[in-house]
């Protein structure tokens, strides 16, 4: 990792993701977006930037890039769509292909994910398929973006059927964290991103998860040391999983953990539950379904509720959930496979398992018990 220091004593931490020839940089630090264009200037990585952005993002930050880029000497345009999982389509993709059409972008040309993990899955999924592929950089505005979804070249869309079932993997050029701008991030999406946080200390990390629990009010108050320390762990473990297993044949599902039960949970909301609320959900299910069947201690269970409780995220499923539904949502979620659920367990704090050996009656009851 280095260390610099701008000129306007911002200090930024840089991780690389070392994947060969598809190896790029996570620059971390706050106000770090003031030196995108001329960092991206210098990559000289395409002649023309699109920057892609939700219409709530662009009115924070879109204009803003858009001078930044334009000063570096860089010829940039703002695109924008509606905010919202709803926009997460096929639909919008061609919609925003066409617009790229229409303005003359070539193979030569970039684009700019700014925004939430929305903007940067599509911007992805856009950039892996548009003239066969075209270079993209993620600048994730959100915490959950932040510590998981910009690294690592996860895109997609959903369908009706269920979420990024249509996707592909694809890596970003580079990757830009600027901790300023959660400032401006609504407070229960900042919550909702330290469920992927904590997913990190439970599933991978016992120190880190001892740290959290240790820096709650500087986190919970934005101190931007601790804010970007824990960003930076967030991506330095994220980076060592995907070097390690770029397309999820085996290790990078412990990232999954909570996300199984999650995504049911989610799916059973209408959508209507914030991601981060039903990943934490997720991770107390599992946490209780590894000490059923024998290969976790309840401390386990207890250590994730007190810090899951600690940073304000959700633990139960909402009685008023259908748990025959929610138990059909497990089987059509993406990470099942061939009719297999697959399930991260807690052995530890810090330490996981996948297995596919979880009897129906210990579903259920993790289901439905409480
Ligand atoms: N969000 C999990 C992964 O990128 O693998």
Redesign the pocket.
């Known amino acids: 990792m280095n260390h610099r220091t701008n000129s306007e004593d911002t200090v930024e931490q840089t991780i690389q993701v070392g994947l060969d020839e598809r190896s790029y940089p996570i620059t971390i630090g706050m106000g770090i977006n003031r030196y995108v264009g001329t960092r991206l200037q210098a990559m000289g990585l395409a002649k023309r930037y699109a920057i892609i952005s939700d219409d709530r993002v662009a009115s924070l930050y879109g204009q803003q890039l858009l001078e930044i880029l334009c000063d570096a000497g860089l010829a940039c345009e703002l695109i924008t769509f509606p905010h919202g999982e709803a926009s997460k389509r096929l639909d919008t993709i061609e919609q925003l292909a066409s617009n790229l059409a229409e303005r003359g972008f070539d193979r030569k040309d970039g684009l700019v994910a700014l925004g939430g993990g929305v903007t940067g899955d599509m911007t992805g999924f856009l950039a892996s398929i548009y003239m066969r592929g075209i270079p993209f950089i993620q600048i994730p505005t959100s915490l959950l973006a932040q510590v998981?979804?910009s690294?690592?070249?996860?895109t997609g869309v959903d369908l009706p059927q269920g979420k990024n079932l249509v996707g592909t993997f694809y890596q970003p050029r580079a990757v830009f964290i600027d901790t300023e701008v959660l400032k401006t991030l609504p407070r229960d999406e900042f919550i909702g991103g330290m469920a992927?946080v904590i997913k990190y200390g439970a599933s991978i990390d016992t120190d880190f998860f001892s740290w959290l629990a240790h820096k709650r009010e500087a986190i919970l108050g934005l101190e931007p040391q601790a804010i970007a320390t824990m960003i930076r762990r967030c991506c330095e473990l994220?980076a060592q999983?995907?070097e390690q297993d770029e397309r999820?044949g085996g290790l990078?599902?412990i990232?999954?953990f909570g996300?199984t039960i999650g995504h049911a949970v989610e799916a059973a909301s209408g959508y209507q539950l914030n991601h981060g609320f039903a990943v934490a959900i997720g991770m107390r299910a599992v946490a209780e379904l590894a000490v059923r069947i024998g290969m976790a201690d309840s401390s386990v269970v207890a250590a994730i509720v007190q810090l899951l409780q600690a940073f304000h995220l959700p633990t139960e499923i909402p009685p008023e959930f259908d748990r025959a539904s929610l138990r059909a949502y497990l089987s059509i979620d993406k990470k099942t496979v061939g009719g297999r659920i697959f399930f991260v367990l807690p052995e530890q704090i810090g330490k996981v398992c996948i297995t596919d050996q979880i009897g129906e009656e210990d579903i259920a009851t993790v289901l439905g018990a409480r």
């Open positions: 998981d979804s690294v690592g070249g996860k992927e994220k999983v995907v999820e990078r599902r990232l999954n996300h």
